[in-house]
């Protein structure tokens, strides 16, 4: 089943309460590790920290920036070594800086093993799953615990709309069931309905789904994949005129409709044209680093951009380049 929320951070942070529950007849939770990618969203060492879970590991990535599994696996060792208690991993689909893609199926099976809770934070790239030709990017997410998304970023819907989805809702309901008197009820010890108020932290909750609803019932399916793609489309346009130019490399695949680059004249050209760009008002693109190379993220993904807009961000990149 799944429940809305208001953000990636609460469904990760909600995910990581439940992994740390089930554990907690064998170790304490300062002994507890969670496993990331170098490259995952702050949320998850937050969720660690409000969760009180000792350790929050980041493993390498690779040359595209996904999780390196051989490298998750010896960090296992390593901690079970050291006696610490791995009890979750969260595998990235889209990363917040490139939009790397990490092995689920892979990152999986390393979970299954190690009994470890595996969720999934796809906040942005969740909404391209909409689109059959893009979830073999997700490859085994059939076998994960628990998978978050937020509609409140590529799919239309207001801030803020996030949705969890656990394969099995029981231990997440064991988790954060708290049932004084004044909580009791016969639709619910019936079973009549199902109560929210145990799937995340907060009792009540504002009515999220009604806009999301809407997106669905205006739109449709159809309406939201021609959305997604016509994106995707418009980045891998801008991305092959950044390859054709010489003074400009792509550092990063680009699956989704985000598109990292590079000037190749090094840092301070990347950092200056962001700049020059940013003060056009025309356009905002976010510089970031990776490594110790800053780049420039261009994402493609508000609800009413067009062709035009992305030809006016050209234009742009080729005159203050
Ligand atoms: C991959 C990823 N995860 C989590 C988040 C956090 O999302 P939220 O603001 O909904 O907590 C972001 C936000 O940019 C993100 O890109």
Request: hydrophobic share 45%.
């Amino acid at each position: 089943g799944g429940v809305i929320q208001m953000s990636a951070s609460d469904a990760t942070h909600a995910a990581l309460v439940v992994a740390r529950h089930r554990r907690r007849d064998d170790a304490s939770a300062e002994d507890m590790v969670v496993y990331v990618s170098d490259q995952a969203h702050s949320s998850i060492e937050k969720g660690c920290t409000v969760a009180g879970i000792g350790h929050c590991r980041k493993v390498a990535t690779d040359s595209e920036f996904a999780l390196d599994v051989s490298r998750l696996e010896s960090q296992i060792v390593e901690d079970l070594d050291a006696g610490l208690l791995p009890i979750a991993v969260v595998s990235a689909v889209g990363t917040t800086a490139t939009t790397a893609v990490d092995p689920v199926r892979k990152i999986d099976a390393i979970a299954k093993r190690h009994a470890m809770w595996h969720h999934v934070d796809a906040a942005y790239a969740g909404t391209a799953m909409v689109c059959p030709e893009f979830r073999s990017l997700q490859d085994g997410v059939e076998l994960v615990d628990s998978y978050t998304f937020n509609p409140h970023k590529w799919m239309m819907v207001n801030f803020d709309c996030n949705v969890l989805w656990v394969a099995d809702r029981t231990p997440l309901i064991d988790t954060m069931s708290i049932l004084p008197p004044y909580l009791r009820n016969e639709a619910s010890e019936s079973g009549a309905v199902i109560d929210y108020r145990d799937w995340h932290v907060p009792l009540g909750r504002r009515f999220r789904a009604l806009k999301l609803w809407w997106v669905i019932r205006s739109y449709g399916v159809e309406g939201i994949r021609s959305f997604v793609r016509s994106h995707v489309q418009l980045a891998d346009d801008f991305a092959s005129r950044i390859e054709a130019d010489d003074r400009f490399e792509l550092i990063a695949p680009h699956p989704f409709a985000l598109v990292s680059f590079v000037h190749t004249d090094g840092s301070d050209a990347t950092r200056e044209l962001a700049a020059a760009l940013n003060d056009s008002g025309d356009v905002a693109v976010t510089p970031s680093v990776i490594g110790d190379r800053w780049f420039i993220r261009v994402s493609i993904g508000q609800t009413y951009t067009e062709r035009s807009h992305v030809d006016h961000l050209w234009e742009l990149i080729d005159r203050l380049a």
